[in-house]
């Protein structure tokens, strides 16, 4: 588990998000993980249209470049699940999070993903003051 | 514009709402009006999972029979959105709400969504103990 | 029904396009119905991405303005579902489409979807070329 | 790569699959592989809502339980992308696919995919028609 998380956000399982088996859609989890990324940046006063658009000097954005997921246990319609997020290592290049979906005290998903740092589709260098930031965020491993 | 709704519901916007030509794609509002739903039942004490399980008696769900929308304004990324959701017309088995999405005071999106009462997939008659709670919830119109 | 559409589009349902209930989520159909759109455009010569880009001449973008639906039956997975699309009205700055899905003989759902054109954003007219071939592909109604 | 891959899938992508960045959501490239698996089961004669139903025996599904992806190259708009499906390994209660997504001879995406048998939501031995049938399909490594 993750006890101290960097962030930690929470979603509520819709109809969209689940499938005729009667539970939530594999893919559904990418899509909570990825609200949770987002809010996770905003938080630390990166906000993702603004980065695209150039408002914080040179535009940038941010890609998924790779995921290991372990899907544990299925969540279903109405849960309200946990998503914590915390950085595991921030490179020059690129930043890995350690990600997890719970819901109370069950462990549903565990992820590891690499986010990319992309200008005009090619990849490109962290700006210092984003790495600046998560650096602040970034708790020491036990 | 509907001054006294009888639900209000925040969305965020996110990466996966959106499309590549900058907005939000047109399906993803009614995503954000159904997850508005959904919660305007909950605060209605009208779980779906327990509804279509039968944990509240006969087992029985919601579908969509029609909808009419209005796209007027489109949203962005990160964009904070507020859903309104209210009764127009509560039939025997079928409900008829008015949805609009909001961003700020810029209506963006209005919607008529009728709502149909099914059971082993076949129409049926709202339960008494649905119909009740709406109707309490039902504002008169202006 | 819609004897001779002007466009016919096969759709397969998969597990991403169910939900808990065991049928099609509703706002499925609607993507349904967009990638039939975009192949009836693609027929009639008319790429999105192309004229997006503006690589035929000043770029420009459809946009959903209306949408009408009536979700009369459910389809569920493996379902495999006929989308015709027909242009009902073509005007200065919008196109009226009538859609509907078909599951073998059974009407599914049936749709009318008004287009408007944009340009950064704004309506636009709607480029002559387009409305020309949109025109020849008009069948006279009954 | 892959050069005899068991199963190749068409995709093409539309408006619903892209995001804001202005190419494809992280996320849609699993259910492009979600449905290409499903058509490599239809292919063995595995079809998806009859062994849900029980209709060849007794009910079970299939549930993903681990992916390694990796984002190697965007795919855009009206791209039209082939995904192939390879069994690696095949276990007792689980099978190892290799999947990948290919533009032409551009790899995009190369995944390796844990599909576990599931019955009332446990986990349970493959059915050995399912075993047979997949075996029959497995290609032996270079």
Not at 4 to 32: I, K, M, N
Not at 61 to 72: K, L, N, P, Q, S
Request: net charge positive; with cysteine; proline share 5%.
């Amino acid at each position: 588990m993750n006890a101290d998380p960097a962030h930690r956000f929470t979603v509520r399982v819709y109809y969209e998000d689940t499938d005729f088996s009667g539970v939530v859609y594999h893919a559904s989890y990418l899509r909570f993980m990825e609200r949770a990324r987002t809010e996770y940046l905003r938080e630390l006063g990166i906000h993702q249209q603004s980065i695209f658009d150039g408002s914080h000097g040179e535009a940038f954005g941010f890609a998924v470049r790779r995921m290991e997921i372990d899907f544990m246990k299925p969540a279903r319609m109405d849960d309200l699940l946990d998503v914590t997020t915390s950085p595991a290592n921030i490179g020059g290049a690129s930043i890995d999070l350690v990600q997890q979906v719970m819901r109370g005290e069950d462990l549903l998903i565990a992820a590891r993903v690499r986010i990319a740092c992309v200008t005009n589709g090619r990849p490109a260098r962290l700006p210092v003051w984003v790495r600046n930031k998560m650096t602040k965020g970034l708790r020491p491993g036990p």
